[in-house]
Structures are given as C-alpha cells and as structure tokens.
C-alpha cells in the first residue's frame, strides 16, 4: 500500500515497516535504503563509545583464553609439531563463533526497549535495522580477530603460506562468522526475553568445545571425533590450519570450510528477514 505525501516523497508500507522514496529531490530508492542502512550502522558503533567495557570484555575474552590454554593447559593431545600452531587457528574460529553471543545479546535488548518497534514504524527501509546490526558486528569482530593474530603471532604462531594464503584465512573466519551473526539474529527475534537468550547462549558452548579447535578428533572416542568432524566449526579450524601450514591441517578443507557457512546463512537469513517482518503481528 503507498501514498504520496506533500512533498513528493512514496511511502510504502510492508508488514508494520515502511520505506520512502523521495523521487523528488533525485533520490532513489537504492539511495534511501543505503542512506538507511548506514544510519542504523553507524548507531550501533555509536554503542561502542558509550559502552567501552562491554567491547573491551568482548576483544579481550578470546585472548585470555588464548593464553590459558596455551600456557596453561597446553600440550595438545595427539597434535604433532607445536600445539601453538594448532591452538591459535582454532581459537581463532572459536572467537568467531562466540560472536553469536554478542549478537543475540544486542537484538534482545533493543526488542525489550521498544527500539526496532519504533525503528519499524519510522519512514525507512525495512531490512536497515538488520543491516546496521551485521555491519557493526561484522567490523567488531574484524577488529578481534586482528587483535587475536596480533597475540597469536606475539605467543610464536606463524602463518606459512603466504600473503594469499592468510587473506583466505581472513576471509574463511569472516564467512563463518556472518553465518553465525544470522543465526544470532535468528534466535534473538526467537527468543525475545534476555533470560531464553542466556538458555540458548549456553548451548553455544558445547557446540563450540564440541569442535577440534584443542584437540585432534583422533585422540577422541570413535563416535566424539566423527561428531566433531561434522562440526561446521572443525572444517573451518581445519582448513584455517591447512592455509598456514601448521599441524592439524588437511588438504581439500577449504571447500567445506566456505559451504558449511554459506549452507547455514542461506537458512538462517530468510529465516531472520521474515521473523523481522512479523514482529509485533
């Protein structure tokens, strides 16, 4: 349904959201939804500034536990070569998975203000909110995994392959971090109250232990390790592995490491879109 109002500009109205068009001043609708979707990003990154401990906590997390069981636990059960370079690669998709748990956290709490209420009721384009939000997550989590290889490298672990190489391996954990942003916007429309988002965060736990981000599948029991080999996460730590040249690394990994994550974004992504679109029916 659309109308025109006095100043020239379309207004369409879809599912409680609306998007404008303002065709009289030369403005296209493609213009208006990136105008849109950089607003609602750069509000998110606002959130930054005025809560400086919550994104210190979450860039600083994964390198404790980097440290911990680099140093602490360590040893690394059947892993030939330097348990450092089969640690880091698997920390380094860990941190990428646990970024779900950000994610969920700053959708629920924006439900429960009323916020994407109000956003949805305002003249923008519908997928904006959704858009700032995997923008700013994308560009923290970017900034983690720097801070996570600059700590890698400080503790001894070498990428081997080449310049090409890591940029792949950049662009693998960036990959499976977007799927797991989409299933986090997923399951905190889901959920919608913050105690059902801490159940769910839980589980994020085991699935990302469940993995052979410390371990090789094959010191486990039979039926663990061909459990942890189906683990999206174990293919990408694998291929990450394989890329830079450490131990824990096989051949033929890197196909699996890009189709798991793009598998499970093409569920999770129309799946978030259409819960978004029917908030508040």
Known sequence: MSAVDAG?????????GRTTAAYGGGRTTAANAVSD????????????????????????FPVMMLLMFGYLVGGGRAVEGDYVDFLVP?????TMVFGLEGTMTAVTRDLNKGVIDRFRSMPMTDGAVLVGRAAADMLQSTVGLLLMTGVGYAIGWRAHGGLWAFLGVMGLLLLLRFAMLWIGIYLAL???????VQAVQILVWPVGFLSNAFASPEAMPAWLGAAVEWNPM???????????GGPG????????????PVVLTAVFFPLAVRKFGRLGR
Request: aromatic share 8%.
């Open 249 to 260: 690394g096989e051949p033929g990994w890197v196909g699996a490491a890009v189709v798991w």
């Open 90 to 94: 698997g920390m380094l998709t860990l």
């Open 8 to 16: 020239g500009r379309t207004t369409a109205a879809y599912g409680g």
């Open 37 to 60: 979707c950089w607003t609602m990003t750069r509000r998110e990154l606002a959130h930054w500034a005025r809560q400086p401990v919550q994104v210190v906590v979450g860039l600083v």
């Open 234 to 244: 174990s293919a990408t730590a694998t291929a990450v592995r394989d890329l830079c």
């Open 190 to 196: 889901v959920a919608g109250r913050a105690e059902l």
